[in-house]
């Protein structure tokens, strides 16, 4: 597809249950982000790829949350043991990393939509 | 933590009026992005403001940038009833950095047909 696409759209479990949110960014982009959205917020930054490597994870919460992206293409985000606290919007986003801007424009996915009963 | 808040939290207007929504931050920063969130939906790249540039526009839209007091503005002329929705500022956290932005709060924007 054209766009950034995220699966699953939606996804319930049960707390101390394991995630995994699959995010296929813009082929060509080289900047891969995760943001988490709660409602009636700004999304919060989580994890930044260039290519393969994480080049900052400061904002993943804590051990329970991971992130890979092994062949610098499709990026997975893995929660462990999820708390009620996780529910949120999850969104990933790609772009082609300016380097005149460093931060180019980003593109979105749909997010998908975690819900921890 | 936050970078950008913008301001007013909520916003409605009549179709045809403009909105206008700012955005403060916090420290240096070589470019500045407006985006866009319908309801349930991704966020739309809008706008992208160099540090060096002070206004830009963009269809109906009107970007400004004030590096001196760490504020934006961005203005939606003529607006419809379509333009509902929520508008996000957002900044790398500091010049030189990484590459990830950070958002705002944002501003929830009603137009009324």
């Known amino acids: 597809g054209a766009g950034v696409s995220q699966t699953p759209s939606n996804k319930v479990t049960e707390k101390g249950k394991y995630v995994e949110l699959r995010c296929d960014p813009i082929?060509?982009?080289?900047?891969l982000y995760w943001y988490r959205q709660s409602l009636g917020q700004g999304p919060e930054f989580l994890i930044y790829?260039?290519?393969?490597?994480?080049?900052?994870d400061s904002g993943l919460p804590n051990d329970r949350f991971f992130a890979v992206r092994p062949e610098g293409s499709v990026s997975t985000l893995k929660i462990q043991r999820t708390e009620r606290g996780d529910s949120a919007v999850y969104l990933c986003?790609?772009?082609?990393?300016?380097?005149?801007?460093?931060?180019?424009?980003?593109?979105f996915g749909e997010g998908s939509r975690l819900t921890v009963l | 933590s936050q970078q950008g808040e913008e301001d007013p939290q909520a916003l409605s207007i009549q179709e045809g009026e403009n909105a206008t929504m700012n955005c403060s931050y916090k420290?240096?920063?070589?470019?500045l992005q407006w985006y866009r969130q319908n309801s349930g939906r991704g966020l739309v790249h809008l706008i992208l403001?160099?540090?060096?540039?002070r206004e830009k526009h963009s269809g109906r839209l009107r970007v400004t940038l004030d590096t001196s007091k760490k504020s934006s503005s961005l203005l939606i002329t003529a607006s419809r009833a379509a333009d509902t929705a929520s508008y996000f500022c957002a900044t790398p956290p500091s010049s030189g950095n990484t590459g990830k932005l950070i958002f705002g709060q944002g501003t929830t924007l009603q137009v009324k047909p």
């Open positions: 082929s060509g982009h080289t900047a």
């Open positions: 420290t240096s920063i070589n470019n």
């Open positions: 403001i160099r540090s060096n540039e």
């Open positions: 790829f260039q290519g393969t490597g994480a080049a900052d």
């Open positions: 986003a790609s772009s082609l990393k300016s380097r005149e801007t460093n931060t180019g424009e980003l593109f």
